[in-house]
């Protein structure tokens, strides 16, 4: 079976609990458009960006390494 790639991941939590990619952009200090092309797998996200977008939505960085079933 495949692994869902942490990007994914990322995307459904956000879309799960409702958090703007505007204040997730907001809280990283980047733009609403870099979110988004991280988010959906079109750049390439950096330790430093996975860390810091964990950081931005308030979870642990642990909280998408493991996929659960």
Do not use: W
Not at 47 to 57: E, L, M, Q, R, T
């Amino acid at each position: 079976m495949e692994r869902t790639p942490i990007h994914a991941r990322m995307k459904a939590y956000v879309d799960e609990k409702g958090i703007s990619q505007k204040l997730m952009a907001e809280n990283m200090h980047t733009t609403e458009s870099r979110v988004s092309m991280l988010l959906n797998g079109k750049r390439k996200m950096t330790v430093d960006d996975y860390v810091c977008a964990c950081k931005a939505i308030a979870v642990s960085p642990t909280k998408f390494l493991e996929e659960t079933a």
